[in-house]
């Protein structure tokens, strides 16, 4: 049980572009979801947290109209990187609580490659 | 507020000797904490996990951590090291709630990569 994805696992996007990654909940329904950056050999960065039908929480220094999240459901997430630029290339990971526990159950990441 | 220092930003070890990842912590309330392990391109796996119960806690894969409350300090052990255990490992601290369970932002380490030699 408490299985997260996130689609795709890997994407190759050109400089100026947007694209989107998706976060589900498979097998429970995540009132909370948060959305991570890993830049190569560091720590994960809180960038925001959501929660289903409201608007998301952004940590500082993190640009609300650059990184777009969405949380439309129960069990899905979304994160959009708008007009993206290759310093925004990383590992994104999200995760999610089931409001028992509030433990957070990680994805297996998107790693973002902008050209 | 919670911070949290991995002492060591890399450990090399034989297999089949023990395994010491060492983690501090700081929190101005009751935390949780937990390890996670990442593989190379992966995202984390659990652990183990210290929610105010029994302060030895033993986890997957033969891994145990004690938490300190004195020293603060929960650092992450393993008798006998695997090959398999090479990997990147995260400690986390989040704040407790009353019943016991952890809530809210997780804080992680700054990651120790384990190295298991032949």
Request: proline residues 4%.
């Amino acid at each position: 049980g408490a299985v997260v994805s996130q689609h795709p696992s890997r994407v190759i996007c050109k400089s100026g572009t947007s694209v989107k990654i998706e976060c589900r909940s498979l097998d429970f329904q995540a009132t909370t979801m948060f959305w991570y950056r890993q830049f190569p050999k560091q720590s994960l960065m809180l960038m925001a947290t959501s929660n289903e039908g409201s608007k998301a929480t952004y940590e500082q220094g993190v640009e609300k109209d650059k990184f777009l999240i969405n949380h439309a459901s129960l069990t899905l997430s979304t994160l959009t990187v708008t007009s993206a630029h290759p310093e925004d290339s990383s590992f994104y990971i999200c995760s999610a609580t089931s409001g028992g526990t509030y433990e957070q159950y990680f994805g297996p990441g998107t790693r973002l490659t902008v050209t | 507020a919670q911070s949290v220092t991995q002492l060591d930003s890399h450990v090399s070890v034989s297999e089949g000797t023990p395994v010491l990842l060492r983690c501090n912590y700081s929190s101005s309330y009751s935390p949780s904490l937990f390890w996670y392990v990442q593989h190379p391109n992966k995202g984390l796996q659990l652990l183990l996990k210290y929610t105010s119960a029994a302060t030895l806690v033993k986890g997957i894969n033969g891994f145990e951590a004690e938490f300190k409350k004195s020293e603060t300090s929960f650092h992450l052990t393993k008798p006998s090291a695997h090959m398999s255990d090479a990997a990147e490992y995260f400690c986390v601290v989040s704040p407790t709630n009353a019943g016991g369970t952890s809530y809210g932002k997780l804080t992680f380490g700054q990651g120790t990569i384990l190295t298991v030699h032949p």
